[in-house]
């Protein structure tokens, strides 16, 4: 070793779901001595509660490019990675006669295929005749992505943490952290505490950078330090129930529901409530009216010789879990400080409305690359900055009041666009 070798940046990185485990494995990747702080264990937020869903199909250009670059590098881990399995299968957008947003579905599909995904409109007649597990009378349009699938998100997280640990970041779960101030040494953690401990524990410990992936306490994590991002949880459900379905994946827009095949029989969700919810004080178990609504989607959607016919609810597992929302949609990628002043020593990943799953390989990437960057002085707005503009966390004063919007719905991707 060349004694004369710059040490290695210190960064940790709060929070142990898919976007903070593929964060600290990529930081490592790039040469920095990297820690991560979980509260509980790993996976055990959103990441450990998520349908697994992945995609690409998106008509908004940086959302593109951001899932085509995620699902790459799903397939790449399906290759490379012990104890990870990517499940291909078409996924397809469905919607109803009657439903005002079937117009758009054309235009959408063309700009997706446009950024050179394999997407088409296709006949409900048609559709039904491929996918012979689904009921399509009542439609007035489809698309079909063919390059999606799924997977078990927490097998993503563990095993990744795994290499990640192989590969020298320090895990270190059972341990809250909170903000502490910004000194010469860097920005502090108080480590072992919670942040409604205020930051008075034990051990404060400096780190060159600290990026915070902390899901749906991102925002009281930050508030507690003085910075204010508008990153609002919101509750969403899922079930699985051991009807057989062996069909494609659907997202029923004008029902906004989704299904998909899992290994017990199928999974299906969504069940947003659209209003905040408490991170530490939300309901956790599945709400009666979500059951029934599948319910009712599955024997609208499915053909009665698959699952749909007799579908019982009460016989799933079922649950809830967090999303979180952001003013525009879009997720808070980058650098953060109070207001008018960004520190340089931290950093945000948070807001996914609902996407942050799949999009965590390619997320976790940016980070990397950002921090990486911006530690070696690069600023944010330089052209070869890899931080996306459009993520800036400064586009945000923190404090706005916004309605929470459904990720899924076909009106959020396409106005986004
Ligand atoms: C029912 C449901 C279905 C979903 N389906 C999909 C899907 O199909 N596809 C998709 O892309 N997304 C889906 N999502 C959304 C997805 O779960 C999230 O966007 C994603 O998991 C976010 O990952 P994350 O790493 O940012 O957050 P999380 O997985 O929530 O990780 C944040 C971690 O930070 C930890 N933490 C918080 N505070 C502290 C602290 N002070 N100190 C230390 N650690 C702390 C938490 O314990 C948590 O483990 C779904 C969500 C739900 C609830």
Redesign the pocket.
């Known amino acids: 070793m060349n004694e004369r070798a710059e040490p290695a940046p210190t960064v940790a990185v709060?929070?142990?779901?898919?976007?903070?485990?593929?964060a600290a494995h990529d930081l490592a990747a790039r040469g920095a001595d990297v820690t991560l702080?979980?509260?509980?264990?790993?996976?055990?937020?959103?990441?450990?509660?998520?349908?697994?869903?992945?995609y690409d199909a998106y008509a908004e250009d940086v959302e593109a490019a951001v899932g085509a670059r995620a699902l790459e590098r799903f397939r790449a881990f399906d290759r490379t990675l012990p104890g990870f399995s990517f499940t291909p299968c078409p996924y397809v957008i469905a919607v109803r006669e009657g439903d005002a947003d079937a117009d758009a579905v054309p235009a959408m599909v063309e700009r997706m295929r446009g950024h050179g995904r394999e997407v088409s409109v296709v006949d409900p007649d048609a559709l039904g005749e491929r996918f012979p597990s689904l009921r399509t009378d009542d439609l007035a349009v489809a698309a079909v992505a063919e390059g999606a699938g799924?997977t078990d998100?927490p097998s993503y997280?563990r095993a990744l943490a795994d290499r990640a640990a192989r590969e020298g970041v320090a895990i270190e779960t059972e341990?809250?952290?909170?903000l502490g101030p910004r000194t010469e040494s860097g920005r502090e953690l108080s480590i072992g505490e919670?942040?409604e401990d205020g930051g008075s524990g034990a051990e404060t410990r400096a780190f060159d950078a600290v990026v915070v992936?902390?899901?749906?306490?991102?925002r009281?994590?930050l508030a507690d330090a003085g910075v204010s991002v508008p990153v609002v949880p919101y509750?969403?459900?899922?079930l699985v129930a051991a009807d057989a379905y062996d069909g494609p994946m659907v997202y029923d827009a004008t029902a906004d529901a989704?299904l998909?095949p899992h290994p017990d029989g199928l999974l299906a969700?969504d069940?947003t409530e659209p209003v905040p919810a408490d991170?530490d004080d939300y309901r956790r178990e599945a709400d009666d009216w979500f059951r029934a609504d599948v319910a009712t989607v599955l024997r609208e959607r499915l053909d009665g010789a698959a699952a749909g016919g007799d579908f019982d609810p009460d016989a799933s597992r079922a649950?809830?879990?967090?999303?979180?929302a952001t003013p525009d949609g879009d997720p808070l990628l980058g650098p953060v400080g109070a207001t008018g002043k960004t520190d340089p020593a931290l950093f945000v990943?948070?807001g996914?409305?609902?996407?942050?799953?799949?999009?965590?390989p390619a997320v976790g990437e940016i980070v990397a690359e950002g921090v990486s960057a911006s530690l070696d002085g690069t600023a944010f707005d330089a052209p070869d900055s890899p931080w996306i503009g459009a993520f800036d966390p400064a586009r945000f004063d923190g404090d706005e009041e916004f309605e929470i919007a459904e990720g899924m719905s076909l009106s959020e991707r396409t106005e986004n666009g």
């Open positions: 709060v929070g142990g779901g898919a976007v903070g485990v593929t702080y979980e509260r509980g264990e790993l996976a055990g937020g959103s990441s450990g509660r998520a349908a697994g869903l992945l799924w998100p997280v341990t809250p952290v909170a919670g942040e992936a902390a899901g749906a306490h991102t009281s994590l509750r969403v459900q899922a989704y998909r969700g069940g991170p649950w809830a879990g967090l999303c979180t990943a948070a996914w409305q609902g996407h942050g799953f799949m999009r965590a």
